[in-house]
């Protein structure tokens, strides 16, 4: 009688398959960057998910809207320029398509604003001495409809999904493979902070940076002065303390950010002399509390 003994087939290559057949399937490319995009969930869906969390956040008993025209007129304002200079942007097909919505939220102690996939923003009237002005404003309204235009948010998803799938073969095989499984558990481990450390948290960098540049050419597009970004994070530097080093974070240090934007500065002055300039009035005076802290976004 003969006997056949099969040979453990090592989990790595079924792991790197699984992961270029998702790199294949949902490619795109930034029309700024030319950087490959991976996205594996649509834009629809996306937009869709962006409504529903803007709903949700708006119902939350806790979120206070603001109804005071000296807060909403100026946010408002930057919102039309920026929209309007989003449709006419690389991103015009996708700005089109959302369906735009800004909300000014009466928070002073929050320093933070967003924008959701489909085009819904909110603005916390804590980031108003961040940006001091309504050119400052731009800057970061311009920063976060970028993330919702190149679909950073469906990105970060789609990688997710493909880093879970690639450690969920690598558990099984390292099973199959007779590995212990207390030395599994520490293999995995291993895996998952490599996968943080290594994928997930540079492809968060590099869409905080990506928005960075595209966003302040959208504000100069805009009327906006761009300089206003580089001094808004000068700002935020002067506010944050206790940072985690870089590699550790899903953003780019301030450093890296004010040394980024004075490399892209000429672009978008270039982009600034050529437009329509948009007035920038003071935003109006809030006194955050003592224990409010910066939030970039």
């Known amino acids: 009688m003969t006997h056949v003994f099969l040979k453990p087939v090592s989990p790595w290559p079924v792991m790197w398959v699984l992961l270029a057949m998702g790199m294949l399937t949902g490619c795109e490319t930034n029309p700024y960057t030319g950087r490959s995009q991976l996205l594996m969930v649509s834009a629809d869906q996306m937009n869709q998910m962006g409504t529903a969390q803007y709903g949700e956040v708006l ?9 005071n025209p000296q807060e909403i007129d100026p ?19 996708a700005a089109n398509a959302f369906d735009w919505e800004v909300t000014v939220i009466k928070d002073d102690n929050t320093k933070n604003a967003w924008a959701m996939p489909g085009g819904k923003i909110a ?13 400052g404003l731009a800057a970061i309204m311009g920063h976060e409809v970028i993330h919702a235009l190149a679909q950073h948010g469906g990105e970060r998803m789609s990688h997710s999904t493909m880093t879970q799938a690639g450690l969920t073969v690598s558990n099984i095989g390292l099973a199959v493979l007779g590995v212990d499984p207390a030395l ?11 996968a943080q450390g290594l994928v997930l948290l540079p492809f968060s960098r590099k869409h905080e940076s990506e928005a960075d540049y595209v966003g302040v050419l959208l504000a100069a597009d805009a009327g906006y002065d761009p300089q206003e970004a580089i001094r808004i994070w000068e700002r935020m530097a002067a506010a944050s303390e206790g940072a985690p080093p870089e590699f550790m974070s899903t953003h780019p240090s301030h450093e890296t950010r004010i040394s980024d934007l004075k490399g892209w500065m000429p672009e978008a002055m270039a ?20 224990s409010s802290s910066a939030k970039p976004k």
């Open 59 to 67: 119902k939350d008993p806790k979120v206070v809207v603001s109804k």
């Open 75 to 93: 946010v408002q304002r930057v919102a039309k320029r920026i929209i309007e200079a989003a449709k006419r942007s690389k991103y015009a097909e």
């Open 271 to 290: 982009i600034y002399e050529g437009a329509p300039k948009a007035v920038s009035a003071p935003l109006p005076q809030i006194t955050p509390s003592p």
């Open 123 to 135: 603005v916390y009237t804590g980031i108003f001495p961040m940006a001091k002005d309504e050119a």
């Open 184 to 194: 599994n558990q520490l293999a995995m481990q291993a895996l998952g902070a490599g």
